[in-house]
């Protein structure tokens, strides 16, 4: 039996359905391969995962619904400050953004935006103190509330310094490390005076434009989500708010 004739009857099947589960592909393929083994199988999933006929939500639960992986756009200053750090400090996990790449999700576009640097906890101190004496002048290193409200948002050129989460879910970008969609949204929802100018109705509107155009792996963001000590608020603001299926939330796997 032709693959194409199998690929069509797949996407008769499933292309109708907001997920299903591998269970029930592998129940498929078993009508037409009775014998069919796991090994096998796998070799199936990774097919169509290679050729975007399927896009995995979470561990063992699909979508039917090709979509692209988000790349944020790294400005000049990111790029600058991200081959600096890397050539002074060899070998160091760092991750850097500008609130800039949220723009492309929002229904009010902010005025001022900020960078944000994720280094290992032991490297804080000494990468703060260098960027000063590169003259990177504001600089804030794990800001308190107050510096946020009186300082960061009033500048043009803020840099945040925080401690990079172990296990993080980066992404390299040409020479650059930076966040995932599914990293993103959980440090948005999780530091809310750090970024206030997300919350609400528009950190809303940002995960549904997100979850709308960008593939998310659920099992991913909430495994984060709980390394961040915010899985369960996390999961009842996605469950309540915004549009994702309650049935992909509920098929989270760690």
């Avoid at 800039?100 to 005025?111: R, Y």
């Avoid at 107050?146 to 879910?169: G, H, M, N």
Wanted: charged content about 30%.
């Amino acid at each position: 039996m032709s693959k194409d004739y199998i690929i069509e009857k797949l996407e008769n099947q499933f292309k109708e359905r907001e997920s299903f589960l591998r269970e029930e592909l592998f129940d498929f393929y078993r009508q037409f391969e009775p014998d069919l083994k796991d090994n096998t199988f796998r070799w199936r999933i990774y097919n169509l995962k290679t050729e975007k006929i399927i896009t995995p939500l979470s561990r063992g639960l699909f979508t039917m619904s090709y979509k692209p992986v988000f790349i944020p756009e790294i400005g000049d200053v990111e790029k600058k400050i991200f081959t600096k750090v890397a050539k002074q400090f060899p070998g160091l996990r760092q991750c850097i953004w500008s609130t800039k790449a949220i723009n492309e999700f929002m229904l009010h576009i902010p005025g001022r935006y900020i960078t944000v640097l994720q280094v290992e906890k032991e490297a804080l101190e000494p990468v703060y103190e260098f960027l000063k004496e590169q003259k990177y002048s504001n600089v804030y290193i794990q800001p308190e509330e107050k510096e946020i409200e009186r300082y960061i948002y009033e500048s043009d050129t803020a840099i945040i310094l925080q401690s990079l989460i172990t296990k993080s879910p980066t992404q390299r970008n040409k020479t650059i490390t930076s966040i995932t969609i599914e990293k993103m949204i959980v440090d948005l929802y999780s530091e809310k005076k750090l970024y206030n100018a997300f919350q609400g109705s528009e950190l809303v509107h940002i995960i549904n434009n997100a979850y709308n155009r960008y593939s998310i792996d659920f099992t991913k963001l909430f495994g984060y989500a709980r390394r961040r000590r915010k899985e369960s608020g996390l999961e009842e603001f996605l469950s309540t708010k915004t549009d994702i299926p309650k049935s992909i939330l509920t098929q989270k796997e760690f």
